[in-house]
């Protein structure tokens, strides 16, 4: 069952990374990178219930940081420039 | 237990499925965002809350993921707008532009 939802979860991850190979803008690319953040949490998640290990979930919150400050800098980046 | 759980993980990952190819099939950048946001935020606090119906001790961890995901993905879907709409991005139909005419 849990592989079944790592094959949903990766095909939506598939769908996200065309955009994001695609995107005409920079802020296309920039909200992409946001999407595929948030589904690697979500893949954390399932994979910590697949090996039944409570660390995954430490990785998950610190990839939930990394990419929440990426989206942020690059947003002061679009707005600002260096 | 075990079941509920898998019910709602299984409707987070629609809900990833849904925000993935409303980010394929959208015609601009601000309604790419709304897409990209909203579903995605429904999407990980299902999976969280499946994972803490099917591992009932991990509740306190889950419950601090979950808080840091409902705090930081509006914030940084802010910050994505305001710096599109700074850098000149468009609407596809602004209907407000054409009630001014």
Known sequence: MLTFFTIILMSA????????LKGSTLSDRVIAFDVLSVISVALLVVLSLHF???????IALVFGLIGFLGSTIFGRYIEKGI | MLYIGYILIFFGSMAFIVSAIGLLRMPDIY???HVATK??????????LGAAFIEPSWSLKLLLLAVFILITNPL????????????????EVDELKEAQK
């Open chain 1, 13 to 20: 991850m598939f769908l996200t990374l065309i955009r994001f």
């Open chain 1, 52 to 58: 039944e290990q409570s660390f995954y979930l430490d």
């Open chain 2, 31 to 33: 309604t790419r965002m």
């Open chain 2, 39 to 48: 579903a995605t935020t429904i999407g990980i606090l299902l999976v969280i």
């Open chain 2, 76 to 91: 940084s879907s802010s910050v994505i707008a305001r710096a599109s709409h700074t850098s000149g991005e468009t609407l």
